[in-house]
């Protein structure tokens, strides 16, 4: 188990923050952030899962544009700090 980082568990709150405003309608993202932010430790299951999902996923992100669905759902799944924080331990655990 893995804990989560303080900047994967904001990003991802700053997501549902912004998914309520614009209802991007992403149910496993909403989910996926909802974990980050209350359960203080991931399987690397899951952040096999989040690596995957972020970097397919950064194309559609556009930093400080909240305004499209893209940038929320990669938010909602913890944004940059995340894939950033999954690449690091994914590399360290093969």
């Known amino acids: 188990m893995y804990f989560v980082p303080p900047q994967v568990r904001m990003t991802a709150y ?4 912004a998914n309520r405003e614009i209802k991007c309608n992403n149910a496993i993202g909403v989910r996926r952030a909802r974990q980050l932010m209350i359960q203080p430790e ?3 299951v ?3 899962k ?3 999902y972020l970097s397919r996923a ?3 992100y ?3 544009d ?3 669905c893209g940038t929320v759902s990669f938010m909602l799944w913890g944004g940059t700090p995340a894939l950033n924080w999954s690449r690091k331990i994914l590399k360290a655990y093969k």
């Open 42 to 44: 991931i399987s690397i």
């Open 14 to 17: 700053r997501g549902l923050v």
């Open 58 to 60: 950064k194309t559609y």
């Open 46 to 48: 899951t952040i096999k």
């Open 50 to 52: 989040m690596y995957s």
């Open 66 to 68: 909240l305004s499209k």
């Open 62 to 64: 556009r930093p400080g």
